[in-house]
């Protein structure tokens, strides 16, 4: 199998059984037990339980990706704008913070609206699910997107590129 199929299954197994121990089949999640002993990395923002908890509502796997890649892009820079570790930052998380997060987007010039929206619709579909997880503390939700400018168009009139034409303009 190659590691995503291995993570989808995975994934899977830990679904189902999370599932036995609440319909009381079983008295112990073996996948539980294991990330509880584990002192390994600790995913405090849940990204893998929001991924699978993506994959269950049947998302594209390229929406899932995109997603984690967004909002791990988020994390990041939280994690530079602030100095503050994983354990204290989502604890800290407002709407302000979150709206400069935007505009940060919004000033970097290597963004389209278009990617800009997906970013902050990635983050959206992330803090909905926090909250409705219980990891966020208050509703951060709101955060809209942008809206997209077009460039008006110059389509010179038949005069003007008669006098462009003669240089006479």
Do not use: C
């Not at 009139?157 to 240089?167: E, V």
Request: glycine share 2%; hydrophobic share 35%.
């Amino acid at each position: 199998f190659s590691p995503a199929s291995m993570q989808r299954h995975l994934s899977s197994l830990r679904k189902f059984f999370k599932y036995l121990k609440s319909e009381g089949k079983m008295t112990m999640d073996p996948f539980l037990q294991s990330t509880i002993h584990a002192n390994e990395h600790k995913d405090l923002w849940r990204l893998n339980d929001f991924k699978n908890n993506l994959f269950v509502e049947n998302a594209a796997h390229l929406t899932i990706k995109n997603y984690i890649i967004d909002v791990k892009q988020f994390v990041a820079w939280a994690k530079e704008v602030t100095g503050i570790e994983d354990d204290l930052l989502i604890n800290r998380l407002d709407k302000e913070f979150v709206e400069e997060y935007k505009q940060r987007l919004v000033k970097d010039e290597a963004f389209s609206p278009a990617t800009v929206n997906r970013k902050l619709s990635s983050l959206r579909k992330y803090l909905t699910w926090a909250q409705n997880e219980g990891l966020l503390t208050q509703n951060l939700t709101s955060i809209e997107n942008i809206n997209k400018t077009k460039q008006k168009l110059y389509i010179p009139s038949a005069d003007s590129l008669d006098q462009i034409q003669l240089g006479t303009e």
